[in-house]
């Protein structure tokens, strides 16, 4: 249509001009979108003006206006919107001529069947009525002047935005438990599979708040990509009116084809996750908008007291929380040293430290790392696939901080693969989520189930990965093995931990659908599990997975009847595949360097350390990037002494990520004295792999000073411990599943191995050491572990003649130190 045309169609103001017009104007389909959008409310501008000057001629009424508030203010209108109109007046018109006024502009309006939302007020009872009633106010917001006295309403305007900043810091809470109070009835609308276009979290409703909120000069919403998902939700709406004929915001499956062809889209699940990124966007907006709002009130409500109490200086209270990682002001953020463009890790560093923290990641920090960011190094260093799993284990906090690297599109950048499955709906009614979130959804659930493990990194990669073969045509069982071992590979597995992960993605339906469509009497059936299965770790982390993923899906996919079910098939293969005795592996020589350490601790009678930096292969700049520290420790055995390293470590900030204790014989005759009629005498070696909670790394001689304190009993380690929690305490982050220690039976003929896997934390090897002090009994080995955030460690321990423990014995040991971390 031209601009002559529609010119000459609002000439016409007879409804049926109006009307014909309007119908041409819809079934135009070289114009949609937002053209055709301010051109229908152009159109009904046109008419409704003509109409209102001449029924305020025939009225008599001077000193007033018709204003379009709401949706049609905004200019806004789709094929079935309501028009949303108040009639300004001055108020020198008698009620009856206003009165007839009304009259002569709603009842042709009514007449053509176009829905109307209407009022009748002066300019102090519109400003009365919006100071009382919200919804009333945030319409007012959008008045725009349609017809009549133009400084009538540009002085109403005024006023009400005026009202509205001076009231915004009691309004804007009300509008926050508003939109809460909605959401909590309608559902996210990045996640339904009949999403309400409007009233959903995430909809248009939430899109009209952030302006509001923009409105008040108090905070702003991100502008990236906000306006791109308000037009794409206002487009679905506009075809959704087209294709069903009536005025409706709900998009139902059966509507969702026609829409999808009416917008020239593929089919439903393009329409859909055109919808869902959308959606997602203004969630995200929002709720980046919504806590800016809350730290400026908190902000302005403290500020007259603090600066009372500091003279007038500001405050800035700086929390380290990681490597260049700090907490302000309830946010996560970069520290003023960081350099994103140098730590390739930093983006993984600050997201695990802000879920850990169950701290919100600030929209300045996530924006300067997806600016400033390199790529990782395929595989990844070490320290970046430590992060991703401590990301992936903080349970539900996990989720906002993931959602905030999304929109800033960190996760595809790290995960290529991710692209497909994000947004990406699942048609199944029993999935509560899109596959992507479902994913992140089943870590949530896995990071409750850790200590049922030996390998929580595992599992919480599987979890993550198990669904990801959806993104692409066949059984996604199938594709997701190829593409986990992929993406295992990338993130720096090796061979064997990349088959695991590619066995259990194939194989995540395994134990649930056998469970519940299978005969478990049948042998047939329980070596078929077992020959898929392989191996009682990787049973473990099916049996983990399968749960995980049943929680995540929704509350109809998992029953205590399933769950039974599935126990009794596990308990079934396990026997099957514990048939094939696993023997004791033989401990390692110890290395040349090692040996000398052990020698020079003998012949010095004390402990002697070393520091060895680890790195990976040189970057493209050619310099090494360092992941850790390796520290070797020797000295003569004696009480106490993995409690006292331990806590020493502690003590500096020194973060345990691996870390092992053995003992090795050496000829007395190296040692200080006659060796007390010994051939032998044993020396410990403790070797270490840490790194620096923030900050630089102790000095070694430092290191060595502070333990032969602690072995002499002249540093109270648990004393300085408390101290420091007490001085600084850390921050309640994430609730971490209650620590779990087992006897490990028939792991070894030579001692009794003690399982541990609890959260890791500072001091917590310390905590066990002490316990295991307390209890008299010999720590013979140690294998630690730090995976995520995870701590699975194991040790070997004897009673003091040399001797595995008894069962009842071992049994109160597991006890003891399970208790000595609660």
């Given at each position: 249509?031209?601009?002559?045309?529609?010119?000459?169609e609002q000439?016409?103001s007879?409804?049926?001009?109006?009307?014909?017009?309007?119908?041409?104007?819809?079934?135009?389909k070289a114009?949609?979108?937002p053209p055709?959008?301010?051109?229908?409310?152009?159109?009904?501008?046109?008419?409704l003006?003509a109409l209102?000057?001449?029924?305020?001629?025939?009225?008599?009424?001077?000193?007033?206006?018709?204003v379009a508030?709401g949706?049609?203010?905004r200019?806004?209108?789709s094929?079935?919107?309501d028009?949303?109109?108040?009639?300004?007046h001055?108020?020198r018109?008698?009620?009856?001529a206003?009165?007839a006024?009304?009259?002569?502009?709603?009842?042709?309006?009514?007449?053509?069947?176009?829905?109307l939302?209407?009022?009748?007020?002066?300019p102090a009872?519109?400003?009365?009525?919006?100071?009382?009633d919200?919804?009333?106010?945030?319409?007012?917001?959008?008045?725009?002047?349609?017809?009549?006295d133009?400084g009538?309403?540009?002085?109403?305007?005024?006023?009400?935005?005026?009202?509205?900043?001076?009231?915004?810091?009691?309004?804007?809470p009300?509008l926050d438990?508003?939109?809460?109070?909605r959401?909590e009835?309608?559902?996210?609308?990045?996640f339904?599979?009949?999403?309400d276009?409007?009233?959903?979290?995430?909809?248009?409703?939430d899109a009209?708040?952030l302006?509001?909120?923009?409105?008040?000069?108090l905070?702003?919403?991100?502008?990236?990509?906000l306006?791109d998902a308000?037009?794409?939700l206002?487009?679905?709406?506009?075809a959704l009116h087209?294709t069903?004929?009536?005025?409706?915001?709900?998009?139902?499956?059966?509507?969702?084809d026609?829409v999808?062809a009416e917008?020239?889209?593929?089919?439903a699940?393009?329409l859909?996750?055109?919808?869902?990124?959308?959606?997602?966007?203004?969630?995200y907006?929002?709720?980046?908008?919504?806590r800016?709002?809350?730290?400026?009130?908190?902000s302005?409500?403290v500020?007259?007291?603090?600066?009372a109490?500091?003279g007038?200086k500001?405050?800035?209270?700086?929390s380290?929380?990681?490597?260049?990682?700090?907490?302000?002001?309830?946010?996560?953020?970069l520290?003023?040293?960081?350099r994103?463009?140098?730590?390739l890790?930093?983006?993984?560093?600050?997201?695990?430290?802000a879920?850990?923290?169950?701290l919100?990641?600030?929209?300045?920090?996530v924006?300067r790392?997806?600016?400033?960011?390199?790529?990782?190094?395929?595989?990844?260093?070490?320290?970046?696939?430590?992060?991703?799993?401590?990301l992936?284990?903080?349970?539900?906090?996990?989720?906002?901080?993931?959602e905030?690297?999304?929109?800033?599109?960190?996760?595809?950048?790290?995960?290529?693969?991710?692209?497909?499955v994000?947004?990406?709906p699942q048609?199944?009614?029993v999935?509560t989520w899109?596959v992507d979130r479902?994913l992140v959804e089943?870590?949530?659930q896995?990071?409750?189930?850790?200590?049922?493990v030996?390998?929580?990194?595992?599992?919480?990669?599987c979890?993550?990965?198990?669904?990801?073969?959806?993104?692409?045509?066949?059984?996604?069982?199938?594709?997701?093995e190829?593409?986990?071992r992929d993406?295992?590979?990338?993130?720096?597995?090796?061979?064997?931990?990349?088959g695991?992960?590619a066995?259990?993605?194939r194989h995540h339906?395994?134990?649930?659908?056998?469970?519940?469509?299978?005969?478990?009497?049948?042998?047939?059936?329980?070596g078929?599990?077992?020959d898929?299965?392989?191996s009682?770790?990787?049973?473990?982390?099916?049996h983990?997975?399968?749960?995980?993923?049943a929680?995540?899906?929704?509350?109809a996919?998992?029953?205590?009847?399933?769950?039974s079910?599935?126990?009794d098939?596990?308990?079934?293969?396990?026997?099957?595949?514990?048939?094939?005795?696993?023997a004791?592996?033989?401990?390692?020589?110890?290395?040349?360097?090692?040996?000398?350490?052990?020698?020079?601790?003998?012949?010095?009678?004390?402990?002697v350390?070393?520091?060895?930096?680890?790195?990976?292969?040189?970057?493209?700049?050619?310099?090494?990037?360092?992941?850790g520290?390796e520290?070797?420790?020797?000295?003569?055995d004696?009480p106490?002494?993995?409690?006292?390293?331990?806590?020493?470590l502690?003590?500096?900030?020194?973060?345990?990520?691996?870390?092992?204790?053995?003992?090795?014989?050496?000829?007395?005759?190296?040692?200080k004295g006659?060796?007390?009629?010994?051939?032998?005498?044993?020396v410990?070696?403790?070797?270490?792999?840490?790194?620096?909670e923030?900050g630089?790394?102790p000095?070694?001689?430092?290191?060595r000073?502070?333990?032969?304190r602690a072995?002499?009993?002249?540093?109270?380690?648990?004393?300085?411990l408390?101290?420091?929690?007490?001085?600084y305490?850390?921050?309640?982050?994430v609730?971490?599943?209650?620590?779990?220690?087992t006897?490990?039976?028939?792991?070894?003929?030579?001692?009794?191995?003690?399982?541990?896997?609890?959260?890791d934390a500072?001091g917590?090897l310390?905590?066990?050491?002490?316990?295991?002090?307390?209890?008299k009994v010999?720590?013979?080995?140690?294998?630690?572990?730090?995976?995520g955030?995870n701590?699975?460690?194991a040790?070997?321990?004897?009673?003091?003649?040399?001797?595995?423990?008894?069962?009842?014995?071992?049994?109160?040991l597991?006890?003891?130190?399970?208790?000595?971390l609660?």
């Amino acid at each position: 249509m031209t601009s002559l045309e529609e010119t000459t169609e609002q000439a016409d103001s007879g409804p049926s001009g109006y009307a014909a017009a309007r119908l041409r104007l819809l079934q135009e389909k070289a114009r949609s979108g937002p053209p055709r959008r301010a051109a229908l409310a152009r159109l009904t501008d046109g008419w409704l003006n003509a109409l209102f000057t001449t029924a305020a001629q025939e009225a008599g009424v001077r000193g007033a206006a018709l204003v379009a508030v709401g949706g049609y203010g905004r200019g806004e209108l789709s094929p079935r919107s309501d028009l949303d109109l108040l009639l300004l007046h001055d108020g020198r018109s008698g009620p009856a001529a206003i009165a007839a006024l009304a009259d002569r502009v709603w009842y042709p309006v009514w007449d053509l069947g176009l829905a109307l939302d209407h009022s009748v007020r002066t300019p102090a009872e519109a400003r009365k009525t919006a100071a009382e009633d919200l919804k009333a106010q945030l319409g007012l917001l959008d008045a725009r002047h349609v017809a009549g006295d133009l400084g009538l309403v540009s002085g109403v305007r005024t006023a009400i935005l005026a009202d509205w900043r001076n009231s915004a810091p009691k309004r804007l809470p009300e509008l926050d438990e508003l939109c809460r109070e909605r959401a909590e009835r309608q559902g996210e609308l990045q996640f339904l599979l009949e999403p309400d276009l409007k009233e959903a979290r995430g909809g248009l409703r939430d899109a009209t708040a952030l302006r509001a909120v923009a409105a008040s000069w108090l905070a702003d919403a991100p502008r990236e990509g906000l306006y791109d998902a308000r037009r794409r939700l206002l487009d679905a709406r506009d075809a959704l009116h087209l294709t069903t004929g009536r005025a409706t915001d709900r998009l139902a499956l059966q509507e969702q084809d026609p829409v999808a062809a009416e917008l020239g889209l593929l089919d439903a699940d393009a329409l859909l996750r055109q919808v869902y990124e959308a959606g997602r966007t203004v969630s995200y907006a929002s709720d980046v908008t919504w806590r800016e709002v809350n730290r400026v009130l908190r902000s302005r409500a403290v500020r007259p007291r603090l600066r009372a109490m500091l003279g007038g200086k500001p405050a800035q209270d700086r929390s380290p929380l990681a490597e260049s990682v700090v907490e302000q002001d309830g946010e996560v953020v970069l520290a003023r040293t960081a350099r994103p463009e140098r730590d390739l890790v930093l983006p993984l560093r600050a997201a695990a430290a802000a879920a850990q923290a169950g701290l919100p990641i600030s929209l300045h920090a996530v924006r300067r790392l997806a600016a400033a960011s390199k790529p990782l190094p395929v595989p990844w260093p070490a320290e970046a696939r430590q992060e991703l799993i401590t990301l992936l284990g903080a349970g539900e906090s996990t989720v906002p901080v993931w959602e905030a690297l999304e929109a800033e599109g960190l996760i595809t950048q790290l995960l290529p693969d991710w692209e497909r499955v994000r947004c990406r709906p699942q048609r199944n009614p029993v999935h509560t989520w899109t596959v992507d979130r479902h994913l992140v959804e089943t870590a949530v659930q896995a990071s409750s189930l850790t200590r049922r493990v030996g390998r929580p990194d595992l599992l919480l990669i599987c979890a993550l990965l198990h669904d990801i073969g959806k993104g692409w045509p066949g059984d996604h069982s199938v594709a997701g093995e190829v593409i986990a071992r992929d993406v295992a590979a990338r993130i720096g597995f090796d061979r064997e931990d990349m088959g695991v992960i590619a066995t259990v993605v194939r194989h995540h339906l395994l134990l649930i659908d056998t469970a519940t469509r299978r005969d478990l009497d049948d042998p047939a059936t329980v070596g078929a599990v077992a020959d898929r299965v392989g191996s009682l770790a990787t049973l473990e982390l099916l049996h983990a997975l399968t749960e995980a993923d049943a929680l995540a899906t929704g509350p109809a996919a998992w029953s205590s009847w399933r769950a039974s079910l599935v126990d009794d098939l596990v308990a079934r293969v396990a026997a099957v595949l514990a048939g094939d005795a696993v023997a004791e592996p033989e401990a390692a020589a110890p290395s040349a360097e090692q040996e000398r350490l052990a020698v020079e601790a003998l012949r010095t009678g004390g402990p002697v350390l070393a520091l060895h930096a680890q790195t990976e292969a040189p970057q493209d700049d050619g310099a090494p990037e360092p992941v850790g520290v390796e520290l070797l420790i020797a000295l003569p055995d004696q009480p106490g002494v993995l409690p006292a390293a331990a806590g020493v470590l502690a003590l500096h900030r020194l973060t345990v990520r691996a870390a092992d204790l053995r003992a090795v014989e050496l000829p007395a005759e190296l040692g200080k004295g006659t060796g007390q009629g010994k051939k032998t005498t044993e020396v410990l070696l403790l070797s270490w792999r840490v790194a620096a909670e923030y900050g630089s790394l102790p000095q070694a001689a430092r290191l060595r000073a502070d333990l032969v304190r602690a072995l002499d009993g002249s540093l109270d380690i648990p004393s300085r411990l408390a101290e420091r929690e007490a001085a600084y305490p850390r921050r309640r982050g994430v609730t971490a599943p209650p620590p779990r220690v087992t006897v490990a039976p028939t792991a070894s003929q030579l001692a009794t191995v003690i399982e541990v896997r609890a959260q890791d934390a500072p001091g917590l090897l310390h905590r066990i050491g002490r316990a295991l002090e307390e209890a008299k009994v010999r720590v013979r080995s140690a294998h630690v572990s730090t995976l995520g955030a995870n701590a699975v460690d194991a040790f070997y321990v004897t009673n003091e003649r040399g001797r595995p423990l008894t069962e009842k014995a071992a049994a109160g040991l597991a006890h003891a130190v399970e208790a000595a971390l609660r």
